[in-house]
C-alpha cells in the first residue's frame, strides 16, 4: 500500500500551493497500529506448520506396520462431542465479543469463562482418548500412522492448552483494568487464535479422523 | 464498513480495533448455525455410510471440511478484503497458495515412490 504525501514547503508560492493536492493521496481509512496483521501473519506462520504435519499424516496415514487401524482405534461418537465442544466454544467467544463491543465486562467475563470450559472438556476428552490409546498399546510409537496422528493432534490439542493459559491471563488483566484499548485488542488477538484453531481442527476430524476409519 | 463520513475522534475508537468490521449476533449465529449443518453431514456420511465407495465418501467430506473452513474464515475471522486494506486477504491467498503444494506435492511424490519403488516392480526397472 503506497501512501504518499508528499508535502510542499508552504513557501513554494500561489501556483505551486493550488497544484498541492494534486500529490496528497487521502486514503479512506489506514489502521493505526499492525498488532492485528502482524498476529494474523503469525497465524498463517502456524497454519504452514499445520500443513507440513497434515501432509505428514497423509504420507503416513496408513503405514499401520501390522498394528491396529484408524478404523480400529478411533471413537467417531468421541470425536462428534468433541467437535461440539470446540464448535461451542468458538461461538461463545463470539459473544464475549459482542458483549465487550457493547461495553459490558461482566458478561464479557462470564462468556470467556464458558468458552474456558468447553476448551478444557475438549482437553479433558482428548487426553481421556489418548490415554485410552497409549494403555492399549497403540501408543505414538506403535506405528509411523500412530507417530503422525499423535504428532498432529497432540501439536493441536498443545495450542488450545496456550489458548486457555491466555484466556485465564486475559480474565485477570480483564479484572483488574477492564475494557481498555489494550485489553480489548489483546481479546481480538485471542479471538483470531481461537477460531483459527476451530478451523484447523475441521482438517483435523476430516481428514483424520473421519477418512482414517473409511476402508 | 464506509469510513467515508468517519471523524479522526470516531476512528480513535475504532483504533482498538484495528479496522476491523464490528461484529454482529447475526452474523456469528449465521455462521454457527452454517457450521453445525456442515459437522453434521459428513459425520453422518460415514457413520451410516451412506454413500457406497470410499472415493466418494472421501471427496464429498474434503469438500464439505473446505466449505466448512470458508465459512468459519469469514463468519468467524471476519474476513473480507477489506480489512487491514486488503494485506490480511493477501496473506491468505499466498499461505493456501503454499499449503496447497507442501500437501499436494508430498502426497503425489511420496505416492509414486511408493508405488514405483515396490519389490515387484525393481526387476522390471533394471531390465530397461
New interface residues.
Partial sequence: MSDTHILHAPAAGGPAAADDSRFIVREPHHPENGTLLGFWIYLMSDCLIFACLFAVYGVQGRAYAGGPTGAQLFDLPLVAVNTAMLLLSSITYGFAMLESQRGRLRQTLGWLVVTGLFGLAFLGLELHEFHHLIEHGAGPGRSAFLSSFFTLVGTHGLHVTFGIVWLVTLLFQLGRHGLIPENRRRLMCLSMFWHFLDVVWIGVFTFVYLMGVLP | M???H?TPGH??AH??????A????RG??T??VL??IL?VI??WL??DGVLAG?GA??LA??G??AV??VV??VY??HMNPRS?????LL??I??VI??AI??AG??WV?YHLNVNMMPGHLHDMSSM
Fill in positions: 464506509s469510513h467515508d468517519t476512528d480513535a483504533a482498538a480495533e484495528g479496522g476491523h464490528p461484529s454482529t449476533f456469528y449465529m455462521g454457527f457450521s453445525v459437522t459428513p459425520f460415514v457413520m470410499s465418501t472421501a467430506i474434503l464439505i471440511g466448512q473452513m468459519h474464515m468467524f475471522l487491514e486494506g486488503g494485506w490480511t496473506a491468505l499466498f499461505t503454499i499449503v507442501a500437501l508430498s502426497l511420496m
